[in-house]
């Protein structure tokens, strides 16, 4: 099994979400996180006041998958999270172990 962690614009939510239905994702769990990468932050003007956002608001979706269904995955978040513009974001693959469903007990695939 995979997990799949994918740091993405906030207004890339919906996209995203429609793109992983589509290929039969039935669950995720979506932070509001905050970060930045090359982007750097910015500086903003707010009532003449010039000030540095370091952090950019960004959200975080994570989602537990077969290996086989791991590169639909990653391929569906890539195509429906891509701008073209700096601060797209990220994805990360990473393998999971085993996975433990705490109301039945079940175990391994059949607990996703």
Same mark, same amino acid.
């Given at each position: 099994?995979?997990?799949? @962690?994918?740091?993405?614009?906030?207004?890339?939510?919906?996209?995203?979400?429609?793109?992983?239905? @589509?290929?039969?994702?039935q669950g995720m769990t979506v932070t509001e996180v905050?970060?930045?990468?090359?982007?750097?932050?910015?500086?903003?003007l707010y009532r003449g006041a010039e000030y540095?956002?370091?952090f950019i608001p960004k959200i975080k979706i994570e989602v537990v998958t077969s290996d086989a269904l791991a590169q639909k995955v990653v391929s569906a978040i890539e195509k429906s999270a891509k701008t073209g513009k700096i601060g797209d974001g990220k994805i990360f693959v990473y393998t999971i172990e085993d996975v433990i469903r705490i109301r039945?007990? @079940?175990?391994? @695939?059949?607990?996703v």
């Open positions: 099994m995979k997990k799949i @962690e994918a740091i993405i614009k906030p207004f890339k939510l919906d996209e995203v979400k429609d793109a992983l239905n @589509e290929i039969g994702i905050k970060g930045f990468g090359r982007q750097k932050g910015h500086t903003e540095v956002v370091d039945t007990g @079940e175990r391994g @695939e059949s607990a």
